[in-house]
T-cell receptor
Framework: DAKTTQPDSMESTEGETVHLPCSHA???????IYWYRQVPLQGPEYVTH???QNTTNSMAFLAIASDRKSSTLILTHVSLRDAAVYHC??????????????FGQGTSLSVVP | GGIITQTPKFLIGQEGQKLTLKCQQN?????MYWYRQDSGKGLRLIYY???????QKGDLSEGYDASREKKSSFSLTVTSAQKNEMAVFLC????????????FGPGTRLTVL
C-alpha cells in the first residue's frame, strides 16, 4: 500500500540546486508530508514536513503543490555530504490516538565534484 | 541532545532460531518504534510503544514479539528466523505520539543462514 512514488535515483553536481520530486496522488486532507534522509549504515534523519504551505528550514525547502498530490524537496548548493537516500513519507492516521509514518522506496541522491 | 543505541550492530542467526534485538534511548522520550527495512523497500512498522508498559502491533508484527522493559528500552524478538532472511531493523523514539520528529538508531543488520 505504497502511498508515495519517487524516482529511484538522481545525480547532482556540487554547488547546484537539486529538486527531488514525490508523487502522493491519493493523499488525504489531514495527512502530513514528511521528508527524511538516510546515509549508509545510519537510520533516517528528519529533514522537514508540511501540510499545505511551502516550508523552509536550514536543511531544505519543501514545495507542496496546490492540490497536494505532489511535493518537491529542494536542496540548494549541494555538497558531497548531501549524498543520501531521501525518503518522502506520509503521516497517516492509524488509530484515534496514533499516526504512523508510511515510507516510500526513497530516492538515492549522488553528488559528484 | 540524546542518542539511540542498538545492539548488536550485526546479527547472524540460524533458521528457526529465536533472536533478540535491543534498543536504548536517553532522550527521555515516551514513544518508541521498531521498523524493518528491506533492500529496495521503504521502512515498515513492526511494533510501537506509546509509553512505558504499552505495546501496539504495527503493519508487520507477525513473526515478532516486543517488550518495553522500561521507559528507555525497547526490545524486539524474532520468534523464528527465516532462512535467507536479510534485513535491517531500525529503532526510533519520539517525545510522544504527537511529536513531528522521530529519532532513529543506526540499525541492527540481520542475516539468517
Amino acid at each position: 500500500d505504497a502511498k508515495t512514488t519517487q524516482p529511484d535515483s538522481m545525480e547532482s553536481t556540487e554547488g547546484e540546486t537539486v529538486h527531488l520530486p514525490c508523487s502522493h496522488a491519493t493523499i488525504s486532507g489531514n495527512e502530513y508530508i514528511y521528508w527524511y534522509r538516510q546515509v549508509p549504515l545510519q537510520g533516517p534523519e528528519y529533514v522537514t514536513h508540511g501540510l499545505q504551505q511551502n516550508t523552509t528550514n536550514s536543511m531544505a525547502f519543501l514545495a507542496i503543490a496546490s492540490d497536494r498530490k505532489s511535493s518537491t524537496l529542494i536542496l540548494t548548493h549541494v555538497s558531497l555530504r548531501d549524498a543520501a537516500v531521501y525518503h518522502c513519507i506520509l503521516r497517516v492516521r492509524a488509530s484515534s490516538s496514533f499516526s504512523k509514518l508510511v515510507f516510500g522506496q526513497g530516492t538515492s541522491l549522488s553528488v559528484v565534484p | 541532545g540524546g542518542i539511540i543505541t542498538q545492539t548488536p550492530k550485526f546479527l547472524i542467526g540460524q533458521e528457526g532460531q529465536k533472536l533478540t534485538l535491543k534498543c536504548q534511548q536517553n532522550f527521555n522520550h515516551d514513544t518508541m518504534y521498531w521498523y524493518r527495512q528491506d533492500s529496495g523497500k521503504g521502512l515498515r512498522l513492526i511494533y510501537y510503544s506509546i509509553t512505558e508498559n504499552d505495546l501496539q502491533k504495527g503493519d508487520l508484527s507477525e513473526g515478532y514479539d516486543a517488550s518495553r522493559e522500561k521507559k528507555s528500552s525497547f526490545s524486539l524478538t524474532v520468534t523464528s528466523a527465516q532462512k535467507n532472511e536479510m534485513a535491517v531493523f531500525l529503532c526510533a523514539s519520539s517525545r510522544d505520539t504527537s511529536s513531528y520528529e522521530q529519532y532513529f538508531g543506526p540499525g541492527t543488520r540481520l542475516t539468517v543462514l
